[in-house]
Structures are given as structure tokens and as C-alpha cells.
């Protein structure tokens, strides 16, 4: 229970913290939503004029208060750009972003384990150094990169997919999901490619302790001893690095986000950030830092029922 | 076991270097295919226009000023808004003002006032028939007259609006403007409407709805006045990604992109019509000409004579583009002075006897301020950067976004140069020229010369057309001598279309035309 109130306590200031940064950064970055909605035909009389309809004119700290009280209301504020309330605007776009995100996830989990455990068992034999090797490169190209290529590959020249023709959900789920699949392969294959990495060396670590000759002096077979013991004690490591590579993935769709035009969450990010709409910007990086901080969450309390040492304090 | 092994391996293996093989092959078809693809036309020889068919287009830039035809202020909204909005005069693609939602206009001796007749039975997109109340509004919504906020630059100098019988509008200025005409190109919307609430125009396309980062999607006007367009439905969908943009067209996804650069045309291999027109703007190194050490005049002609203007085009787009040598592009034919696209040649020599003279013989520091989101005039900058150190400048470039440009260069003016396209909103030559009056609200080059003032005030107040010509002429000329600005071009613009789309024509403003594009059979 007072383990449960200290985490709740570090969640909020966390996010307090971090509300304040985004605020301060948009005070001190040249510019405001007055700059992008006036553009080049500004004059000091518009840009008064406008700041005065807008309420930026209010003092910063009192601005920020207000925006605090709103949103714990639930009142997301106003997008300067479109006119229309945050909420409304981010509901379409965060549905998108979490699927993209999921899907990744779960390549990124159906690759590795199987892969990293399979090299695990066969270590030091020949498929498994060139798989390293492979496994070295795909790890160093960066997501947006495998992305171009994934377009060019499977889109210009399989025909796989149709680069550039975003569906729907609502218009047609399953055009939807499949288009959604190899940006989130290219998001997945690098972070894979990691995982596999951590999980084989892991695993063959744990492979040369004594308890894994106890247990095959008790009669195991390898793929028993493997999943039952071995795995156990290797996985906590990949736990954490699954926890981190999941908010990797969040950040890396932003960047897919661009590449395949897929009009999610990260897009709406950057574009809101060049026009200075707080707002939206704020809302963004408050649910990608409740989601940070909770999968983090989740990956402690996931240690636990992995291996019962584990305690809380 | 082993055998699965083996096999696993080997089409992992595989997989993967057809998978590489494949993105090389693909690399390489763009590359055989150099400049053939950069030329105009090819695909289908006598096509047959079809009617209908949904259209979609590719935009870089979501309209996220505004959906407010009359506080819009991007290049990209307005050239999506000219297919919803029309005024009571819109441009053609010669550049003249023809009669729109008006069927007849007369201007008095005077200047000042504008008498509109309007159309017989034009209709908004929601069915209404525009009325003298709707356009009395419109237009007392642009000036401001009962908010006392004026939304559209210019329309302050409106002193009243009356509609003296059901078909006619009388405009009365505060001053004679016989250029104002061009001002009334601004979008007409119905009695009391709220155009950030609801979007109701009278051009040949109406707003169905808008995603944003993702479509806006119009739809043809069935009820339009004019000549109707071809396509059925239109969607914009926004792509901001360069590359994306290409690869989008090259599958088939969108049909049209405009404004792309020469690397990306010849990126998109064959099969795609591409047409080359200008941007109508003027590219140039915008310097503020009250900073050190650029108040000298024989530095900053110095270094107009240190750009090689034609590598820049070259490096930019193997040549394409229009060269300019003052404050006005090529297309506005009326006002473009020719002789003076010549007046500096590239000449490092006369370059570095004009700094000694102004007591640089050893040169300086600068630097240019450049918006890192509009990849061709960074390219620009670095090239000018090179060509500068033959003289002795260093150049250090500074990377900013968009915003912080508009902040800092524009509405600041805290910058030492900064290279930018500067467009006109409206047709007309003050809206390019007016800028550099020491006065101006706009005047981010901090320009300052009392001939140019007095030859400006002279202009506008001018009655005579001819006349006003002529000293619009001299403007330019003015600043040309005193090489307020260093001048580059009018930036080619390239527009592809595939999927046998056809009929793009180019207007001498940024706008969008889709009425008049077709598919053929």
C-alpha cells in the first residue's frame, strides 16, 4: 500500500515536472501562436490585437495555472491551428498512433524471443554468427531508413503496399491494419534486432551457472531446461530493455509517422510545435509521458512475478 | 534438426539479399534515366479528356493558419481556398482581374470609388443565392468597418460600403487606388457567416471536410456559375515528407503534386507529365540594411556582384528558374523591368575593389539566417557562402524553423541577412513594392531612401495607369542601384501529374487551379 501511494506521488510530480519544462521551453523558443497564424503579413498592431483575443497577453505563470486546472478537469484546452478542442482533435490520432505502436510491439516480441533463444541454444555455431552479424547491421540502420527502403522494396516494386495511401480505420479496417504493417516492421526490426542481442547473451550467460547442470543432472532435456530455468533468470535483463524499447517505439513512430504519411499523433506533435500551439503540444507530451512512465511501472511489477526475490520497497 | 537449421539460415539469408539487391536495383533505374525524364510531356499522345473521376492531390503544408479565406496568410492555404472562395473579380491565368461573383465593374475618374454589378444568380455551396447583403458584409468583414479590425492588408483604406439597389455595390476608398481592383479578388461568404465555423463559398469546388495532418477533401459544385470543373471530388492529402511526397506519386496514391524540385522530378522516373512554370516570387538575399556592415551601399553591391546567380540555378535546378534583379517577378509583365535582371554581373573583381573602396579590403563575418524547412534556399545559401569566400566574406549560416524565422528575421528584424522568397498576396505591384517604404509594417529589410518614399507615395496615389507604371518601374529601379537586396530569381516550380491527368495551367500568383485539370482515357 505504501509502496502503491510513493509510486502514485512520483507519477504526478513526474508529470507536474514535466508540464512546467514544455511550458518553459514554449516561453523561452522565439516566436508564439501568433508568429504561424499571422505569418508574413504581421504587423506590431496584428500581433498585439490577436495576442489580446488569444489571452496570451495574461502573466505566463497565471497562464499555465489555468491550463493546469483545466486539465485536470479534463478541459484540454483549444488548438490555435484548428480551432477545434485538443480532445477532439487528438482522439482520431492517438488511436492510430497506439496501433501502429502495438503492432510494433508485438513484431518486436515475435521476432526476438523465439530468435534470441533459438540463437541461445545453438551458440557459437555457424547460422548463429552469421545471424549476429546480420543482427549487428539491421541494428544500426535507423528506423526511417528501413522505412524508405520498405517503401521502395515492398511498395514500388512487390506492390505490397501503396506508399502514401493511408486508410481509415473507419473506412476500411482491414486496409487499415495492413497498411499499417511495415512501418511498424520498420520500427520493430532495429529494436528486434537489439532484443535478440541482450536475450541470446543473456541466456548464455545463465547457461554456464551451476544450477543449469543441476537441473540437467535431474533429467531435463535442453528446451526444458532452457524455458524453465534459464529463461527465467535471463529474462529479467530483456525485461527492462523490452520496457525501454517500448517507449522507443513510441518515439520512433513519430519519425515512421513522416515517412509513410500516416497522420498520427507524432505528426500532429511536430507540426503543432512549429505552430507554437501549446496546447496540442502539451496534451501530446503528457500522454506520451503517462504511457513512458507507465510502461516503466509495469516492467517493475512485472519483475516480481518473474522472480519471486524480487521485493518491493 | 540440423537440416531445418540449414535452411532456416540459408533463406534467412537469402531473403535478405534479394531484399538488398532489390533496393539497389532500385536505386540505380533512377539514376540511368537522368534528364530525359525533366522534360515535358510524354506519355500519351492524343488523350481523350474524360469527365469525372476523383482527384487527389499532394500538399506539403496542412492549412493550419486558418480555414478563414479572409485572415489566411500561408502561400498553401490561399492555394487551396481559390478553389472554394472566389471575389467579386478573380484572376485569370494571364493575370488579369475578370468578373466573378460581380458581372460588371466600373472604377470613377476619381479612383475612389468602385461600383460592382453583381451576377445574376450566383450560388453559395449551401444553396443561397448571393445577395448585395451577403457581399456588403463580406466586404465590411475584410476592412473591418464595425470591429474596427481590419483582416485583409490593404482593406483599411475602405471608407464605406452601400448597396444602393438589389444588384448593385458601391465600395467608396478613402483615397483614389485604382490598384485596389486586385483587392476584390477577396473571398465573398454569406451574410453573418463564421468561415472558421463553417466553410460556404461560391467556387467551383465546396469543402466537405477537413482531417487534420491527414485530407482536406472538396467536392465539385454542381450549381456553379462558371465553367464547371472536370473532376468529381478532390482530396488533398497532406505529406510533408519529401521523399514520401515522390514515392506517393510514383505508386499511384496521389495524382499531383506541384512545387517540386528538379531532384525529385527526376526521382519519379517515367510515365508522369511534368510542367514547369515559376513559383512567382522573388528569391533573394534579403539583407537588413541597417546592420553593419551592410549600411554601406558599395558593400552590399559588392556582394551582388560576387553571386554567381546562374550556379545557383544550376545547382538548384540545372538551370531552371527566371532571373530577377529587383523586387518584381517576370510573370507580372505589366511592372517586370527587364533591363534591370543584368545590372550586376558576376565580376569578383569589381566585387573586391568595391570592398576596398568601402574599407573591407580584407572582407568580414556575416551571416545569413535561412528557415531550415524550405530545403531549396538553404541549398542557396550554402552555395552563396561558397562563392562569397572568393571575396573574402565568410559566411556562417544559421539553421532556424519556421516560426522562429517569422519571429526573429521577419517581425524582429534581428538578423544580418536571411535568404526567403518574398510572394505577393495580391495582384498588384504594391503589394510587392510597398515593402521597402521606410514606414512599412513590412519592412523587415529596414530599407530606407527618401526618393523611394516620395517616388512610392506618388505611385499609389497615382490616377493614371500609365503613370503609375512608370514609377513603379523606378522603384524597382531604385532598388536595384542601391542593391537593397542581393537579387536571384523567380524559382522554377514543377508540377507532376500521373495517372493520365492533364490540363494544369499556371497563374502568375501562387494559387491552384483544380478546375480545370482532367483525366484522360
Known amino acids: 500500500m505504501k509502496y502503491i501511494l510513493k509510486k502514485v506521488a512520483i507519477f504526478l510530480i513526474t508529470l507536474l515536472g514535466i508540464s512546467v519544462l514544455v511550458f518553459l521551453a514554449f516561453q523561452i523558443i522565439p516566436g508564439d501562436p501568433t508568429t504561424r497564424m499571422l505569418g508574413t503579413q504581421a504587423t506590431p498592431e496584428k500581433v498585439a490585437l490577436l495576442r489580446e483575443q488569444l489571452g496570451l497577453n495574461e502573466p505566463a505563470v497565471l497562464r499555465y495555472f489555468k491550463w493546469l486546472v483545466g486539465f485536470v478537469k479534463g478541459d484540454y484546452g483549444t488548438s490555435y491551428s484548428y480551432n477545434i478542442p485538443v480532445s477532439e482533435l487528438l482522439s482520431g490520432k492517438i488511436a492510430i498512433t497506439a496501433a501502429l505502436s502495438g503492432i510494433s510491439f508485438i513484431m518486436v516480441l515475435v521476432i526476438s524471443l523465439p530468435l534470441g533463444v533459438i540463437l541461445a541454444r545453438f551458440a557459437h555455431s555457424i547460422p548463429d554468427r552469421i545471424i549476429s552479424v546480420l543482427n549487428q547491421i539491421i541494428m544500426s540502420i535507423p528506423a526511417f531508413f528501413i522505412g524508405i527502403i520498405f517503401t521502395y522494396v515492398f511498395g514500388l516494386i512487390f506492390k505490397l503496399f501503396t506508399p502514401g495511401d493511408f486508410i481509415p480505420y473507419a473506412e476500411d479496417p482491414s486496409k487499415f491494419w495492413s497498411f499499417l504493417v511495415f512501418p511498424a516492421l520498420a520500427i520493430a526490426l532495429p529494436k528486434s534486432a537489439m532484443v535478440i542481442k541482450l536475450l541470446r547473451s543473456s541466456m548464455v550467460k545463465e547457461m554456464s551457472e551451476d544450477y543449469v547442470r543441476t537441473a540437467y543432472s535431474r533429467g531435463n532435456s535442453r528446451w526444458q531446461v532452457l524455458s524453465r530455468h534459464v529463461m527465467r533468470n535471463a529474462i529479467i535483463p530483456v525485461i527492462t530493455f523490452l520496457a525501454v524499447t517500448l517507449v522507443d517505439i513510441i518515439a520512433g513512430s513519430i519519425i515512421i509517422e513522416q515517412v509513410f504519411a500516416i497522420p498520427g499523433m507524432g505528426r500532429l506533435l511536430l507540426a503543432s510545435i512549429i505552430g507554437r500551439d501549446l496546447p496540442v503540444v502539451q496534451t501530446i507530451i503528457m500522454i506520451i509521458s503517462i504511457a513512458v512512465i507507465s510502461v516503466n511501472y509495469i516492467a517493475d511489477i512485472s519483475y516480481k512475478y518473474i522472480d519471486p526475490r524480487i521485493r518491493f520497497r | ?521
Not at chain 2, 451576377?119 to 451577403?134: E, L, Q
Not at chain 2, 466586404?139 to 444588384?167: C, H, M, N, W
Not at chain 2, 462558371?226 to 515528407?241: E, L, S
Open chain 2, 1 to 521: 534438426m540440423r537440416h531445418l537449421r540449414k535452411i532456416l539460415a540459408l533463406s534467412l539469408a537469402i531473403l535478405m539479399l534479394s531484399a538488398a539487391l532489390s533496393a539497389c536495383s532500385g536505386g540505380k533505374t533512377n539514376e540511368a534515366s537522368p534528364q530525359s525524364t525533366a522534360e515535358t510531356t510524354q506519355p500519351q499522345v492524343s488523350a481523350e479528356p474524360v469527365i469525372g473521376g476523383e482527384l487527389t492531390v499532394g500538399i506539403a503544408q496542412d492549412l493550419d493558419d486558418t480555414l478563414d479565406p479572409q485572415k489566411m496568410v500561408s502561400a498553401g492555404t490561399r492555394e487551396v481556398l481559390f478553389n472554394v472562395y472566389e471575389g467579386l473579380v478573380k484572376p485569370d491565368t494571364k493575370g488579369n482581374l475578370i468578373p466573378a461573383v460581380a458581372s460588371d465593374y466600373k472604377i470613377s475618374d476619381t479612383g475612389d470609388t468602385f461600383t460592382f454589378t453583381l451576377r445574376d444568380s450566383v450560388k453559395f455551396h449551401n444553396g443561397n443565392v448571393v445577395t448585395v447583403k451577403d457581399v456588403v458584409y463580406s466586404i465590411k468583414r475584410a476592412a473591418g468597418l464595425d470591429t474596427g479590425e481590419t483582416l485583409i492588408d490593404g482593406f483599411d483604406a475602405v471608407k464605406s460600403v452601400e448597396a444602393p439597389d438589389e444588384k448593385t455595390v458601391v465600395v467608396t476608398l478613402k483615397e483614389p487606388n485604382i490598384e485596389f481592383l486586385a483587392l476584390f479578388t477577396a473571398a465573398i461568404i454569406p451574410d453573418g457567416n463564421d468561415p472558421t465555423k463553417e466553410t460556404v463559398g461560391t467556387g467551383p469546388f465546396k469543402f466537405i471536410s477537413r482531417s487534420p495532418q491527414e485530407n482536406i477533401v472538396l467536392e465539385n459544385f454542381s450549381d456553379y456559375w462558371g465553367t464547371p470543373a472536370n473532376v468529381d471530388k478532390v482530396t488533398y492529402k497532406i505529406i510533408d515528407n519529401a521523399e514520401t511526397l515522390v514515392m506517393s506519386l510514383k505508386s499511384g496514391a496521389v495524382d499531383l503534386v506541384a512545387h517540386l524540385t528538379s531532384a525529385q522530378v527526376k526521382e519519379l522516373g517515367e510515365g508522369f507529365t511534368i510542367m514547369e512554370g515559376t513559383m512567382n516570387l522573388v528569391q533573394a538575399v534579403y539583407i537588413n540594411n541597417t546592420k553593419e556592415p551592410f549600411n554601406n551601399v558599395k558593400v552590399r553591391q559588392a556582394l551582388s556582384y560576387a553571386i554567381d546567380r546562374g550556379a545557383i540555378m544550376d545547382y538548384l535546378a540545372d538551370g531552371r528558374g527566371a532571373l530577377v534583379g529587383s523586387s518584381m517577378y517576370p510573370a507580372f509583365q505589366k511592372y517586370f523591368k527587364p533591363e534591370l535582371v543584368d545590372y550586376y554581373t558576376y565580376d569578383t573583381e569589381k566585387a573586391k575593389q568595391l570592398l576596398r573602396d568601402a574599407g573591407y579590403p580584407d572582407g568580414f563575418e556575416m551571416s545569413i539566417t535561412v528557415p531550415s524547412n524550405y530545403q531549396p534556399h538553404v541549398d542557396t545559401a550554402q552555395v552563396i557562402a561558397e562563392q562569397l569566400k572568393a571575396i573574402g566574406v565568410t559566411v556562417n549560416i544559421d539553421l532556424v524553423d519556421w516560426g522562429t524565422w517569422l519571429s526573429k528575421v521577419y517581425q524582429g528584424r534581428d538578423y544580418q541577412s536571411t535568404v526567403i522568397g518574398v510572394d505577393a498576396s495580391m495582384m498588384t505591384a504594391r503589394a510587392m513594392l510597398e515593402r521597402f517604404s521606410s514606414d512599412s509594417g513590412s519592412n523587415f529589410t529596414n530599407f530606407s531612401d527618401p526618393e523611394y518614399d516620395k517616388v512610392f507615395k506618388e505611385a499609389i496615389a497615382s490616377t493614371d495607369d500609365e503613370k503609375q507604371v512608370e514609377l513603379y518601374k523606378q522603384l524597382q529601379t531604385i532598388l536595384t542601384e542601391d542593391a537593397a537586396n542581393l537579387y536571384i530569381q523567380d524559382m522554377c516550380d514543377l508540377v507532376a501529374m500521373g495517372n493520365g491527368l492533364q490540363g494544369y495551367e499556371f497563374y502568375p500568383i501562387y494559387v491552384m487551379d483544380l478546375s480545370k485539370v482532367y483525366f484522360t482515357k
